[in-house]
């Protein structure tokens, strides 16, 4: 088992930034890919960046150049900059680990809001 708690979010103007981060406890030796989606409301949740333990990273296309994704093995973390925001990044954004056995985690998430 791996539990999962996320951090960070809030209500930020456009073109604002955040850093959101997810500690990660349990199994922690297990754990391969970790990673970050959203959901909209209304909306599916969706990939947004995910980086394996080797340090791989990969993107949804809207928003790479803005969104940068990395981890901290020793301290259990894997943190999501988000930058220049907009409107269309106000979700829930969920963390996710998925170990070496193929299990997958997901945290609670924490919420984003952009808003003048």
């Known amino acids: 088992q791996v539990q999962l708690v996320e951090s960070g979010g809030g209500l930020v103007q456009p073109g604002g930034s955040l850093r959101l981060s997810c500690l990660a406890s349990g199994s922690i030796f297990s754990i391969n890919t970790m990673g970050w989606y959203r959901q909209a409301p209304g909306k599916q949740r969706e990939l947004v960046a995910r980086?394996?333990?080797?340090?791989?990273?990969d993107y949804r296309d809207n928003v790479k150049g803005r969104f940068t994704i990395s981890r901290d093995n020793a301290k259990n973390t894997v943190y999501l900059q988000i930058n220049s925001l907009k409107s269309e990044d106000t979700a829930m954004y969920f963390c996710?680990?998925?170990?070496?056995?193929?299990?997958?985690?997901w945290g609670k998430g924490t919420l984003v809001t952009v808003s003048a």
């Open positions: 980086i394996t333990r080797g340090g791989t990273t």
């Open positions: 996710n680990v998925e170990t070496v056995y193929g299990s997958a985690y």
